[in-house]
């Protein structure tokens, strides 16, 4: 019910804002972007990267989406999109949507609830039309079916209750496809409902938007299109912003010993730092002896001196967090002063002394200095793997584990990771939402296919889906705590830090908003307007 | 010489299926394919789902049938289907090729235009302080890496004009295009350039020292018609050899000189293709530059019999 009101409040304010003379803003130009590399496709349903979502949400319409104009992603800015207002039922297992009417898709067909049903069967896999890759099958394993009230009601049906749901229909991963286009065509000249119509996509080298004329939010987009130069090189793309060929970087693209030579070179340039919600993390194999033995996964998280991994890094402006962003941008994480009291993470003093007990633990396993556990420390061959991977291997050399690095090729990756065929690596995971249901579901359950490290505990699974079912938030959030802790007393996926990076843009360009607990979610455009 | 015309079309023709083969088979012992490309890219694997496209895109058959299938649509002139775009692998290699031509032939230019002229210039005036100060310049030209060099005329650009010769829109008229192409052309040239150059000194540092030279000297022949149309002609040679091999390289090879200066042509596309797994692409691609080489390599040995009337290829 409660959110239900907030529903409806949300509903009513987006509304006012929708009919509100825009008088600030001008509209009228192309906004100019560097992408750093080419998109694998167009549909951001089968796809797991920003490379996807930065060009493409802006593309198509969710049912609900986070307030672009809001920087924090939570319950309370979920604003309606397509859907106009929604309520749960009594029994909290059923979510209606009232959808917007009049909305016509890109290529002139209307939008229907027949369109919202396609969608959910494309995401449980029940679709005749199949997709290619299925990342977020997971996030949906709670939907039992959907059901069309009419062309303009649609209602969404739960095995059980879960409150986090509406955020994972917020977020820019979940877009609603049209029935009337097939997985194929979605993937090279996608087609949806939303302020920017995909023109023109020449690989390796550009990709074009047009405003979409019929939008149903009026008044906007304020801009006339979008145009993406794809740039892979670092340099060059850098040096092009500085020289005014564009007027925007790509999200989150300067790091933070980049962002001097930005500003150097583009005095004028507004950057601003936020969080990506990606964690650098340690994993570990625990099928694979001796690290199937506690102590030592024990031992190697006791090692890690974090402060020494952000300051090397980041100058200091990462973040340490456990398996959710950490406050103040996250909403579900551990706060500094939780972190604090947990093995791993102190800092000076306390760090040397958890180091040096991981030492004892080692020696009494057997290792010493002159006979050091030998393993190969294996990461992807990315720069962000592989620079921490490095301080890994140093760390890990005091408590008597002479580590190798092993670049693996980034097309294998992953696969390498999902079968087990390594023992010690450093990988990166990004989440998509800043909840639960996506963070620790997607990461940590046994069933999920995103579970890469297949860390699986049926007790944690079940708390994980326990908090899932939670109505009262401060219940959920006192349970997803408890579960944070339980992962980093079970060494999981010891998280070393969460990442902060700059986006870059000329003054000229306003109405941009960063996200700052997801880089997936703000990339709808439509509130961005040129003043020149 | 028609017999040694055809003797050498079928050995093209050899050496394109044998190169047709060794792109098929290094391709694939390349680990990964396009179907682990994409779902790492996901952050996942669905071994049913991998199977499920592998099946799609063919990859799940034996290999001599996958050879079959991609030389059978080669000699009809279907190239496939590129895995990432889904469209015909034609449509995405066709429109690349004159930008890397343009860049090409451009670098080529320039770098004829400075090699031979300082090459002889530094044979003639050997040991001066001309020729030392030109072999320094070729030296440069030959040890400074092309991305540093494209880099730092970048950053000079950005820093002293404000400007960036750098593609990132469409060129207006071809002039534009040419200016836009003459600045990475210069940085791939200056390369080419040091080597003709070395390789002009050196062939007139021998031919100057041959009897024919001292009898046309003897017989008052200019200095400059004995530099450049006694010497020059029997020097050049094994220039033409170079800048025939240099002429098929920056067809593939501009890859440094592609990516800093955002240049859409085939070398930045065929190491992207090769990132994705994107067999057609690549193997037509590298076909393509195989073709090349094969045919400027025997344009090369064309121009002999052109430039040297003593060398005949018999019957």
Known sequence: ?532 | MATYIIRRFFLMILTLIGMSILIFVMLRLVPGNISDILFDAAGMVNEADKARLEAELGLDKPIIVQYWTWISGLMTGDLGYAYVSEKPALDEILPRIPVTAKLALLALIFSVLIGVPLGVISAVKQDSILDYSLRVFSLSGLSLPSFWLALLILMAFVHYFGWIPIYTDKPASIWHEIGLLSIPALAVGFRASALIMRLTRSSMLEVLRQDYIRTARAKGASTASVNYNHALRNAVLPVITIIGIEAAFLIGGLIVTETVFNIPGVARFLVEAIRWRDYPIVQNLVMFIAVVTVVVNFLVDMAYVLLDPRIKYDD
């Not at chain 1, 997709?131 to 099958?137: E, G, I, M, Q, S």
């Not at chain 1, 303009?152 to 879960?162: D, G, H, I, M, S």
């Not at chain 1, 990709?207 to 009026?218: E, I």
Request: net charge neutral.
């Open chain 1, 1 to 532: 019910m409660k959110t239900f009101v907030i529903g409806a409040v949300a509903a009513l304010a987006v509304t006012a804002s929708d009919v509100a003379p825009a008088f600030a803003q001008k509209s009228g130009g192309v906004l100019r972007v560097y992408h750093r590399d080419n998109a694998p496709s167009g549909s951001i349903l089968e796809e797991a990267t920003n490379s996807v979502i930065e060009p493409f949400m802006g593309v198509y319409n969710n049912l609900v989406v986070f307030d672009q104009t809001k920087p924090v992603n939570s319950n309370e800015t979920i604003v309606p999109d397509l859907a106009t207002s929604w309520s749960w039922d009594a029994t909290n297992t059923k979510l209606t949507f009232k959808l917007r009417e009049g909305v016509k898709w890109h290529d002139g067909k209307p939008f229907s609830s027949a369109d919202v049903k396609c969608t959910f069967e494309l995401l449980l896999g029940t679709a005749r039309d199949k997709l290619r890759k299925n990342p977020r099958k997971v996030w949906f394993e709670n939907v039992s079916g959907v059901t069309s009230n009419g062309p303009n009601e649609v209602t969404v049906e739960l095995k059980a209750p879960q409150p986090g749901l509406l955020q994972l229909l917020a977020a820019g991963y979940t877009p609603m496809y049209p029935c009337h286009v097939n997985a194929q065509q979605m993937r090279t000249e996608p087609v949806g409902t939303g302020p920017f119509k995909f023109a023109e996509w020449k690989r390796n080298e550009s990709m074009r938007f047009v405003k979409n004329a019929d939008y149903f939010k009026k008044g906007k987009p304020y801009l006339d299109g979008i145009e993406w130069r794809i740039i892979p090189n670092r340099s060059t793309r850098i040096l092009a912003f500085a020289a005014g060929e564009f007027d925007y970087t790509f999200s989150a693209d300067i790091t933070v010993p980049l962002v001097k030579d930005v500003k150097a070179k583009a005095p004028d340039a507004v950057c601003e730092i936020r969080p990506t919600n990606v964690s650098t993390n340690l994993i570990v194999n625990r099928d694979k002896p001796p690290f199937d033995n506690p102590k030592v996964r024990q031992a190697m998280d006791m090692a890690l001196d974090r402060d020494a991994f952000i300051t090397i890094l980041s100058e200091g402006r990462n973040n340490k967090g456990g398996a959710l962003l950490p406050a103040p941008e996250g909403q579900w994480g551990l706060t500094i002063e939780e972190l604090s009291q947990l093995p791993g993470y102190g800092t000076g003093e306390a760090v040397r002394k958890a180091q040096g007990e991981a030492k004892k633990i080692m020696e009494s396993l057997g290792y010493s200095a002159e006979k050091p556990l030998q393993v190969k420390v294996s990461t992807r061959d990315i720069a962000i793997y592989r620079d921490p991977a490095v301080i890994l291997i140093d760390q890990l050399k005091a408590i008597h584990i002479a580590g190798e690095l092993e670049v693996v090729d980034t097309s294998i990756w992953h696969a390498k990771v999902a079968r087990k065929d390594y023992a010690v690596g450093l990988n990166l995971t990004g989440i998509g939402v800043d909840d639960p249901d996506a963070g620790l579901i997607e990461n940590y359950t046994c069933a999920s296919e995103r579970n890469y490290t297949k860390y699986c505990n049926p007790e944690v699974d079940k708390a994980i889906f326990a908090q899932s079912r939670e109505l009262d938030v401060a219940k959920r959030k006192a349970m997803v705590k408890d579960i944070q802790k339980r992962l980093i007393a079970d060494v999981a996926r010891p998280i070393i830090f969460y990442g902060r990076n700059y986006s870059c843009w000329q003054p000229h360009v306003k109405g941009i908003v960063l996200h700052q607990n997801s880089i997936y979610n703000g990339a709808r455009y439509e509130d961005i307007w040129l003043d020149r």
